[in-house]
C-alpha cells in the first residue's frame, strides 16, 4: 500500500458553495415524479422491484441509481413512493457485487467504515455479517486479499517485521497507530492485539513473535528492541 492520494490541484481549488450550486442545478435535471416513472417501467420490463443493478444495467432507464438516491434518500424509499415493493432478501451474489462496486468506488479493501457511511445505499453492515459469518469472509469471497484466522495473526507477523526494519525498532502499538495512517490496509493496533490470545502483555508477546521473524530474516534485535542491519 502506498501513502493516501493527496488531492489535485484542481480539486483542492473547487468552492464548495459553488459545488453546491452546480450539484442542485443538476438535480433538477429531473423531477421526482420523472424518477418514480422511471422506476415502474424499468419494473414493468424486469418483470419485478429493479435492484439498483438492474435499474443500472437498464438501457432505456435515463436516471442513474445515485440520482434516484439523492432525491428520494434510500433505494427502497424511492421504490416505495414509486408503489414499489421494497425487496426483502438480497442475494449472497448481488452483496458480494456490492462489495466490488465499492472497492472499485474506493481504489482499495471496503472496511466496515466504509459501509456503515453508506447506509441507505448499499446493503447493511449486519446483513453482510449475518450472511457470511464476518466482513473479512465476505471480502475474501469478493475477490479481495484479506487475511482470514490465522492469516491474520500471520500477516501482522509480517507487518510488524516490515515496519521494524523501517523505524529500526520493535514497534509499539503507537507506532503501529502511525503506520497505519498512511496504510489504511493494515490491520489496527486493537485488531493485532486481540490478535494475540494471553491475558497478560499481548502487545510484549506480538513484539516477540516479530523479534523471531527477525531473527529467521537475519536481522539482529538488541534486548532494548532496537533492530539492526
Not at 437498464?58 to 436516471?63: H, I, S
Not at 446483513?127 to 492469516?151: C, H, M, N, R, Y
Not at 503507537?174 to 499481548?202: C, F
Request: contains cysteine; charged residues 30%.
Amino acid at each position: 500500500m502506498g501513502r493516501p492520494r493527496r488531492p489535485h490541484p484542481a480539486l483542492q481549488g473547487i468552492d464548495p458553495e459553488a459545488l453546491a450550486a452546480f450539484r442542485a442545478g443538476l438535480r433538477r435535471r429531473y423531477t421526482d415524479e420523472e424518477i418514480l416513472e422511471e422506476l415502474r417501467a424499468c419494473a414493468e420490463r424486469l418483470g419485478r422491484s429493479p435492484t439498483m443493478r438492474e435499474f443500472a444495467a437498464d438501457p432505456e432507464a435515463a436516471a442513474h441509481p445515485q440520482t434516484v438516491i439523492e432525491h428520494f434518500g434510500t433505494w427502497n424509499a424511492a421504490k416505495r413512493a414509486a408503489g414499489l415493493q421494497p425487496r426483502r432478501f438480497i442475494s449472497r451474489a448481488e452483496l458480494l457485487d456490492q462489495l466490488r462496486d465499492l472497492g472499485a468506488e474506493l481504489g482499495r479493501v471496503p472496511t466496515a467504515r466504509d459501509i456503515e457511511e453508506r447506509r441507505g445505499k448499499m446493503a447493511s453492515k449486519s446483513l453482510i455479517w449475518q450472511t457470511f459469518g464476518s466482513l473479512a469472509q465476505a471480502l475474501k469471497e469478493a475477490g479481495f486479499d484479506v487475511p482470514v484466522g490465522d492469516e491474520k495473526l500471520e500477516r501482522a507477523v509480517a507487518d510488524g517485521a516490515a515496519l521494524a526494519r523501517r523505524i529500526g525498532r520493535l514497534p509499539t502499538m503507537a507506532d503501529w497507530k502511525r503506520a497505519r495512517t498512511a496504510t489504511p490496509g493494515m490491520q489496527s493496533e486493537w485488531q493485532v492485539y486481540r490478535l494475540v490470545d494471553i491475558e497478560a502483555g499481548p502487545w510484549a508477546a506480538f513484539q516477540f513473535l516479530v523479534r523471531a521473524r527477525l531473527a529467521d530474516e537475519g536481522v539482529t534485535v538488541a534486548s532494548d528492541g532496537s533492530v539492526g542491519a
